[in-house]
Every structure is written in C-alpha cells, then in structure tokens.
T-cell receptor, first 116, second 107 residues
Framework: GAGVSQSPRYKVAKRGQDVALRCDPI?????LFWYQQALGQGPEFLTY????????KSGLPSDRFFAERPEGSVSTLKIQRTQQEDSAVYLC??????????????FGDGTRLSIL | ELKVEQNPLFLSMQEGKNYTIYCNYS?????LYWYRQDPGKSLESLFV?????AVKQEGRLMASLDTKARLSTLHITAAVHDLSATYFC???????FGTGTSLTVIP
C-alpha cells in the first residue's frame, strides 16, 4: 500500500521480555518519527530520523529503548526488558521535507503493546 | 512544563452550533499543525499553519494562527455528527503534541 505500515498491530509480552516494533514509511519520505501514545493522551515524542541519521532521541524514556533506521527507510523500535509502564500504542509517522520544513505527517495505525 | 496546551479537553456540542478549540504553545517554532483522530484509528492531518495570521479552511473547520500570542484556534461552524473525533495541535515541527480535545457532536 501507499501508507505507513506498522507491524505487528498488537503485541503482548511478559514483563522482562524484549520486543521489536517495525515501521515501513512512505517511500521517499526523509523524516520519520516515533511516538508513544497512552490512552486518552496525545502522542509523546520518542525519536526522530532524517534518512538514516537519528537526529533526536531525547524522548526515549530510558536506555531500554533503542531505535534504528539503518538504510534510511524501514525503522525498528526496540524495547528491552519491558516493564508494565511501557504498555501503550506506539505510533510511527513519516513525512517529506521541503526547504528544511517537515511536511504534515502520515501516521501508521500503530502497534498496541501490552506488557503483562 | 507542557509545551502545547489545548482547551477544552472535552467538548460536547449540539449539531448546528459553533465552537472554538484553543491551542497555546510555548515552543520556538511558529509552524503549527492540526490533526484529527477517530477512536481506535491513527492521526490524520487537517491543517498546516506556517506564519502569523495564517488561516486555513476545509468544510466546517477553520484554523488560524497568531504567532505573537502563540495561539492557534480551530473553529467549528454548524457542527455535524461526522466531526466527532479527537483533535490535536502540534508544534515545533511536530515534536510536541497537545493533549487533545475530544469532541462529541450530539444530534
């Protein structure tokens, strides 16, 4: 399809397990964001890539969170030693970048992560 | 502190009425984005406001930006049920989102 694709849609893990969430952005989109959205809240910024460069990771809540985009397209968000507070919807969004400005983002449907 | 604040957080309005959602931001970038999110769905872009005084309109929704006051508004005219959703504003090139305004339009 032409949109942002995230997988899996749902992930249930036991506390302490590692998880990996995948994002396929729209082809050609330079900018890629990861957000965490808790129920009833707005998306909280986690990290930002321009092509393969991770330009901002200030939103990652701890060193258990790691993101990469090695070839400037697909991105993976990895969470190690998951905790219950990691339960949330993880959103990926991509956008074009025109004259140094991020265009409106196209969001994926998100991965709903539940930690038991 | 919150970099983007929206109010009200919850809004219930009758069909046909007008109302305004407010978005105050404290970030340095003056570009402001509005998104809509339906229950269980992801976010959909509505408007991008790029400069002071910018006004964009689409159907019954109109967004404006006052960079001096660091305020954006989303005005709803003659609400219809299809507008029921949560509306978010975002600033600083979409690094920061507001907490959202949950709008319910009652027949």
């Amino acid at each position: 399809g032409a949109g942002v694709s995230q997988s899996p849609r749902y992930k249930v893990a036991k506390r302490g397990q590692d998880v990996a969430l995948r994002c396929d952005p729209i082809s050609g989109h330079v900018s890629l964001f990861w957000y965490q959205q808790a129920l009833g809240q707005g998306p909280e910024f986690l990290t930002y890539f321009q092509n393969e460069a991770q330009l901002d990771k200030s939103g990652l809540p701890s060193d258990r969170f790691f993101a990469e985009r090695p070839e400037g397209s697909v991105s993976t968000l990895k969470i190690q030693r998951t905790q219950q507070e990691d339960s949330a919807v993880y959103l990926c969004a991509s956008s074009a970048r025109v004259t140094g400005v991020n265009q409106p983002q196209h969001f994926g449907d998100g991965t709903r992560l539940s930690i038991l | 502190e919150l970099k983007v604040e929206q109010n009200p957080l919850f809004l219930s309005m009758q069909e046909g009425k007008n109302y305004t959602i407010y978005c105050n931001y404290s970030t340095t970038s003056d570009r402001l984005y509005w998104y809509r999110q339906d229950p269980g769905k992801s976010l959909e872009s509505l408007f991008v406001l790029l400069s002071n005084g910018a006004v964009k309109q689409e159907g019954r929704l109109m967004a404006s930006l006052d960079t001096k006051a660091r305020l954006s508004t989303l005005h709803i005219t003659a609400a219809v049920h299809d507008l029921s959703a949560t509306y978010f504003c975002a600033s600083e090139e979409q690094f920061y989102f507001g907490t959202g305004t949950s709008l319910t339009v009652i027949p």
